[in-house]
């Protein structure tokens, strides 16, 4: 080679690197965007943030000169595990508590503690994509669990641990996003959370439960966390201040056995969490104005739904089915088996207005090219209106509605 | 087993997990407290930060509410990559820089898209505990290359780059820092850092430049980055706001070829950065404010330097070397070489002084045990001075100094 030759990585990448890593996602958002997962915007409570920013670091600012705690700002993890007693029946202290970026990192210190490639995951059978594009990153086996509006069925999860155990595999954890499910909007009834850890623990395997959307609850009661109805330590719990402050933030949290928890630390990437943020959250949330901002969301949220329910009846009546959520940010549209909602994305963003179809939340990638997964945080309940009135014309015009 | 045995993760970890993970370090902080590397507590500009924040989420903070993109805020991208194209003569662009937690994750990043366990990875002969955790980590064989008070010594070099192929396995990279180096305080000169370049060309080996150190100069003239002497695209580059910003603020970059970005952002976890930290960064930065605090910062930091060299001729002359750096936080001291200075810690610790034994800097954990790291940053130069004093009288009692 002479000197100045390009230099090739090619080469130099790492068995467990992605083989072909995608894209940084462009950006481009519809008017009418149910693609992604927003709160309202115009209710982040911005000003308190920065109020509340200020007196902490009048208070204690010169601690931004030091290094934060591997596992994030004491004070905040005690927040957090007094409100995950208070509303998710959970046991936990200040040491049982890890922050980190969103849920997002959490969750990927689990996978990168417990999965080598090839290792069997168990999830619903359609979830949470930046769950799946991680368990993919490391290579796991994932398979989807048939799930009813009450959750994960019991039958078809020990049919599934079952079929793993006797091929040598006994599965590393059972994913489940159990309170408003990422995509379909249900809510795992006590009694199939019961029968979940039952399985788990007759068949010796863990659970890792994603509650990032719990405090999102605009019908009905709250239902204990999964960790909650387990004492055996086989439950692994992630939360996050996405949904209730705001994604930017990049504050979530994990909590688990400590045995799982030490290992997990050691593989977190960028040691302890921003810590600039935390103050901003810790004085925000502990003077009890968290609480009022969700209130409020909720109310905002609630007629949001609820103007997509109404509108969904309006323009899809008869021809579709779709989840009625009681509390979270999603609507799963389902339409008859031949309709191509991944071809009709096009469309429809060229009418300005964004989904996701549901292939991208099944473990196989293909599955669900019917439905669709339509998030009602972002717009106004008029903006909801207008834009579900404009998907069902694009979807007719595409001859897949009414087809 | 019963259902309400404990369960144990010790089956179920990954094989990259880390066998015996560590505690999380307790906080336990001398008052004179030369051990870890803080910049000065009582000049971080938290009002101004403040202020930056409050103006930035007036102009958009609705925009929190939306996930922030994959390789963060592309303004403060556009002030990164301006502001290494004015101080470190390098060209790149908006799109070739990763914001990402402090310089900490970046390295973590490049890690983990390059390393397998066993890979040759060469570093100066004594250097940055965190970087020498994670090559750990990724179970890196880590070779020390001989320096002097000008750098790496190319023979030296080269003869590791040679010896590690002869083995059949090419380094994955050079990792240095090559401007007011962790812990050994000089900066590599120009001629070492061409001639790095061009055995790094010749052997077709990558550079992975660690530069968070840079912008705290106080004699002298800056030395252009090794980024900027090559062009064919082998040298990695990571820079932070960690030392002139805050530590807390985690906010550090990566730069590289596109080829290794795109694998780097793909093994990145929990999304794009902390989008408030960064906003706050941002108008802060970019309204010029953050070279005025710079050069505030580096009049302080000088006294300090200044302080910790003249207390060290007044308590050490004679008895040790110790090195003269022209930046950084930094003062290397050797002692003779039967000096315990592992040993020592204890004591000194009781007498209310923290410093790092070398051995913690070294790719074996044992040379450099008469070796010792001093950080100038955090107390002021009267307390600077009252602590080496002490130190120099623990050393005594201990049979470390004039033994």
């Known amino acids: 080679m002479t000197e100045t030759s390009r230099f090739s990585y090619r080469d130099l990448f790492s068995e467990s690197a992605p083989k072909d890593p995608p894209r940084a996602a462009a950006v481009v958002r519809a008017k009418y965007d149910f693609a992604v997962a927003y709160p309202d915007p115009d209710s982040l409570p911005l000003d308190d943030l920065v109020d509340s920013l200020g007196s902490a670091l009048a208070?204690?600012?010169?601690?931004?000169?030091?290094?934060p705690h591997q596992q994030g700002y004491p004070p905040l993890r005690d927040y957090v595990a007094s409100k995950l007693g208070r509303d998710r029946e959970m046991r936990v202290g200040v040491d049982d508590i890890i922050l980190?970026?969103?849920?997002?990192?959490?969750?990927?210190m689990v996978m990168e503690s417990l999965l080598d490639p090839g290792d069997v995951v168990l999830t619903e059978e359609f979830v949470y994509v930046g769950t799946l594009t991680m368990l993919r990153r490391f290579r796991a086996d994932i398979r989807g669990v048939e799930c009813d509006e009450a959750g994960l069925l019991p039958d078809a999860l020990e049919a599934a641990v079952t079929r793993a155990k006797g091929e040598g595999k006994r599965p590393k954890f059972i994913y489940t996003i159990p309170t408003f499910q990422n995509p379909l909007g249900w809510t795992m009834t006590l009694e199939r959370r019961e029968a979940l850890v039952e399985i788990a623990q007759r068949h010796d395997v863990a659970v890792l439960e994603d509650d990032c959307y719990v405090d999102l609850r605009y019908d009905g009661e709250p239902v204990p966390a999964i960790h909650s109805l387990d004492d055996t330590g086989r439950v692994m719990y992630v939360g996050s201040f996405s949904k209730t402050i705001a994604p930017g933030m990049r504050l979530g949290y994990l909590t688990g056995a400590r045995e799982l928890l030490e290992t997990a630390r050691a593989v977190k990437s960028g040691g302890g969490v921003n810590q600039f943020a935390t103050l901003a959250v810790h004085r925000y949330a502990a003077s009890g104005k968290l609480d009022e901002h969700i209130d409020e969301a909720v109310g905002i949220l609630r007629k949001k739904r609820d103007a997509m329910l109404a509108a969904l009846g309006e323009s899809f009546g008869g021809a579709a089915k779709w989840s009625r959520p009681a509390g979270g940010l999603y609507v799963w549209l389902e339409m008859?088996?031949?309709?191509?909602l991944v071809g009709a994305r096009e469309a429809a963003f060229e009418a300005d207005v964004g989904y996701s179809a549901g292939n991208s939340f099944a473990p196989d990638g293909v599955s669900g090219g019917n439905m669709a997964r339509l998030c009602f945080g972002y717009n106004t309940p008029e903006e909801i209106h207008e834009g579900v009135g404009r998907l069902a014309d694009v979807f007719s015009r595409e001859g897949v509605l009414g087809a």
Chains 1, 2 share one sequence.
């Open 336 to 340: 008859p088996g031949e309709a191509d």
């Open 100 to 108: 980190a970026d969103g849920s997002s990192q959490p969750l990927h």
């Open 59 to 67: 208070e204690e600012g010169r601690g931004l000169a030091v290094y």
